[in-house]
T-cell receptor
Framework: DTAVSQTPKYLVTQMGNDKSIKCEQNLGHDTMYWYKQDSKKFLKIMFSYNNKELIINETVPNRFSPKSPDKAHLNLHINSLELGDSAVYFC????????????FGQGTRLTVV | SQQGEEDPQALSIQEGENATMNCSYKTSINNLQWYRQNSGRGLVHLILIRSNEREKHSGRLRVTLDTSKKSSSLLITASRAADTASYFCVPYNQGGKLIFGQGTELSVKP
């Protein structure tokens, strides 16, 4: 069973569209994250949720909105997509916050054309 | 919060050789974690070493931590082509976030 799963794996869309990426973890963890990895491989944290509550919200355009319907799911919705949003987005989870190991999903490669 | 700085940025070795990657950080930490990312894949946690530990082993991996020098190293012994990946060190201090640097790109040639 996949511990952290993201869908879709690839997403190609036009500028201006709205899209969502879904993430689910079956590890029973209470903390979930979204990271963005750019072309230079830097992984930047975007959001962190603990038990469905937002605890980290980095400087991310408000076109990006995370939603956590329950502690096993953390979805990422992006409005009015721009070319610069093209990147690989990773979902991750951990138990007890960032003081313990994080488990990552396989990533969603978003290409905005 | 802080990020680790990995050195070298890229490393190319032959299969069977050992690979050593270094990491430096700036402020005190609770723990330091190492992750691996294979091309086009997600990150995989390798080892977590706590600030009161000096060395930790996991299979062919050996991690050292020197808090006085604010540095860590990851040694992969008897490397294999499958070890080809990017390796990230992530220093963590209480209340901070897991922040990743640019990593070391390891290439193991068969």
């Amino acid at each position: 069973d996949t511990a952290v799963s993201q869908t879709p794996k690839y997403l190609v869309t036009q500028m201006g569209n709205d899209k969502s990426i879904k993430c689910e973890q079956n590890l029973g963890h209470d903390t979930m994250y979204w990271y963005k990895q750019d072309s230079k491989k830097f992984l930047k944290i975007m959001f962190s949720y603990n038990n469905k509550e937002l605890i980290i919200n980095e400087t991310v355009p408000n076109r990006f909105s995370p939603k956590s319907p329950d502690k096993a799911h953390l979805n990422l919705h992006i409005n009015s997509l721009e070319l610069g949003d093209s990147a690989v987005y990773f979902c991750a989870s951990s138990q007890g916050g960032p003081n313990t190991e994080a488990f990552f999903g396989q990533g969603t490669r978003l290409t905005v054309v | 919060s802080q990020q680790g700085e990995e050195d070298p940025q890229a490393l190319s070795i032959q299969e069977g050789e050992n690979a050593t990657m270094n990491c430096s950080y700036k402020t005190s930490i609770n723990n330091l974690q190492w992750y691996r990312q294979n091309s086009g894949r997600g990150l995989v946690h390798l080892i977590l070493i706590r600030s009161n530990e000096r060395e930790k082993h996991s299979g062919r991996l050996r991690v050292t931590l020197d808090t006085s020098k604010k540095s860590s190293s990851l040694l992969i012994t008897a490397s294999r082509a499958a070890d080809t990946a990017s390796y990230f060190c992530v220093p963590y201090n209480q209340g901070g976030k897991l922040i990743f640097g640019q990593g070391t790109e390891l290439s193991v040639k068969p």
